[in-house]
């Protein structure tokens, strides 16, 4: 009796699926949850720098947010001014408008309970969200993809829009640049004692007020900057940032209020778990973040990367 043949694979299926799911669904699904989580870690950042510096709950992020992407749609549209200038302007046009609502209102609340903070920001993101829905209306504006980025690469188990890689790769060099300045450069110390004793650092000469209505600023600026790179993947619209804003602030629970590493970190992460979740579990894939948060907050309520005070 002749041997048995040992059992026949069909390699061409076993090199294209992992776990029963073709290698492009499941790589595509994970870039596009990089490409989330890449603005999950940027709007989280900003978040976590103003509560961790200014102990502020800014609920008007996603309007600014928002704000970035309008101001770089009317550059492009109105003015002429592209992609490249818009990435530079937006943040300082939205910034200085940040800057104006900590000198005349935030500052006031200070000394008073989080929850003040929070109802001033989440008045003024409604606020923000009527006047663009009355004036751009509610269906989204188009935004062109830069030339210099047009087009994607084929890795061979996917196509990689160059456009998307370019989100991830500049995403990560702003939230690590923004780390290293926060926790490793003298101005970043400055701050943190600031935020600890101000009137210590205040007796050393330096101007706290001014140092912290430029870290709101600057908070804010991290949202434009997110809206304008976000502009030309998702619509712009007056709705863009009530939509992630929830998410955002889930994802700076998850990682700890005020942690600036958790904030990426967690971004980043949990931008991947939604991404595989849409893939084996569908049903789940909007709720995901929010059983996460759920989960981290009876184990480990300060976040994962954050201490408890």
Not at 5 to 20: K, L, N, V, Y
Not at 111 to 136: S, W
Not at 207 to 227: D, H, K, S
Not at 245 to 255: D, H, L, R, S
């Amino acid at each position: 009796m002749p041997p048995v043949p040992p059992p026949q694979f069909d390699t061409a299926t076993a090199m294209t699926e992992i776990f029963g799911v073709p290698t492009q669904a499941l790589f595509g699904q994970l870039l596009i949850g990089l490409i989330n989580g890449s603005f999950y870690a940027l709007l989280s950042l900003g978040l976590a720098v103003i509560f961790g510096l200014l102990n502020i709950i800014n609920f008007a992020h996603g309007a600014q947010y928002m704000m970035g992407a309008f101001v770089g749609y009317l550059l492009l549209n109105k003015l002429g001014i592209g992609y490249w200038w818009a990435l530079l302007i937006a943040p300082i046009v939205v910034g200085a408008t940040g800057v104006v609502i900590e000198r005349l209102m935030l500052s006031r609340l200070y000394h008073l309970d989080h929850l003040y903070g929070l109802l001033l920001t989440f008045g003024l993101a409604l606020i923000i969200q009527g006047l663009f829905r009355n004036e751009f209306g509610s269906s989204g504006q188009p935004y062109a993809i830069p030339p210099q980025l047009v087009g994607g690469q084929n890795l061979g188990f996917m196509f990689l829009p160059n456009y998307r890689a370019w989100i991830i790769v500049a995403s990560l060099i702003v939230c690590l640049g923004t780390w290293y300045l926060i926790e490793r450069t003298k101005l970043g110390s400055y701050l943190r004692a600031a935020t600890e004793n101000p009137q210590m650092v205040q007796a050393f000469g330096i101007n706290v007020p001014r140092m912290i209505t430029l870290t709101y600023g600057f908070g804010v600026g991290l949202a434009a900057l997110a809206g304008v790179m976000a502009a030309p993947v998702y619509q712009v619209s007056p709705q863009m940032g009530a939509d992630l804003i929830i998410v955002v602030f889930a994802v700076v629970v998850i990682g700890g209020m005020g942690s600036i590493m958790g904030a990426i970190v967690t971004g980043f992460g949990l931008g991947l778990i939604e991404g595989l979740t849409k893939v084996f579990y569908p049903e789940a894939s909007s709720t995901v973040i929010f059983i996460i948060m759920a989960i981290v907050l009876l184990v480990r309520p300060a976040g994962l990367f954050g201490t408890q005070k």
